[in-house]
């Protein structure tokens, strides 16, 4: 893992800038991926200093979101499309499932009936 040379938080926690070691000098507003464990990052352009790339944070911030937002619409995409070819929505098959477990509860008590009056003429 690369070592991190400066780092400050920003926007009350929800992202960071950083600059690694490797190149002090080049900074970066970090933030994570909501719902995953996993970052995403955009240089901060023009910012030399860690109160300069601080300053100028929110417009990384501004364009990382949108890609996040961008993102986030893909996969939603990709996964009703992946529904619709697959035929099998996940709420219908839930319900499908609840609806199957119900029914059986429902037959095994007219069993258990049918069985308990047969018992009973005998």
């Given at each position: 893992?690369?070592?991190?040379?400066?780092?400050?938080?920003?926007?009350?926690?929800?992202?960071?800038?950083?600059?690694?070691?490797?190149?002090?000098?080049?900074?970066?507003?970090?933030?994570?991926?909501?719902?995953?464990?996993?970052?995403?990052?955009?240089v901060?352009?023009?910012?030399?200093?860690?109160?300069?790339?601080?300053?100028?944070?929110?417009?990384?911030?501004?364009?990382?979101?949108?890609?996040?937002?961008?993102?986030?619409?893909?996969?939603?995409?990709?996964?009703a499309?992946?529904?619709?070819?697959?035929?099998?929505?996940?709420?219908?098959?839930?319900m499908?499932?609840?609806?199957?477990?119900?029914?059986?509860?429902?037959?095994?008590?007219?069993?258990?009936?049918?069985?308990?009056?047969?018992?009973?003429?005998?």
């Open positions: 893992m690369p070592n991190i040379a400066e780092k400050s938080k920003v926007f009350g926690g929800k992202g960071v800038v950083l600059s690694f070691t490797r190149a002090p000098d080049v900074f970066l507003y970090r933030e994570l991926i909501p719902g995953t464990k996993k970052y995403r990052y955009k901060i352009d023009g910012a030399n200093t860690l109160k300069a790339a601080i300053d100028k944070s929110l417009d990384a911030c501004n364009a990382l979101r949108s890609e996040i937002l961008e993102h986030a619409q893909e996969v939603a995409i990709r996964k499309q992946y529904e619709i070819e697959t035929n099998s929505p996940r709420e219908r098959a839930r499908i499932t609840e609806n199957m477990v119900r029914s059986k509860k429902v037959s095994i008590r007219k069993c258990l009936n049918n069985f308990l009056d047969e018992e009973q003429k005998k």
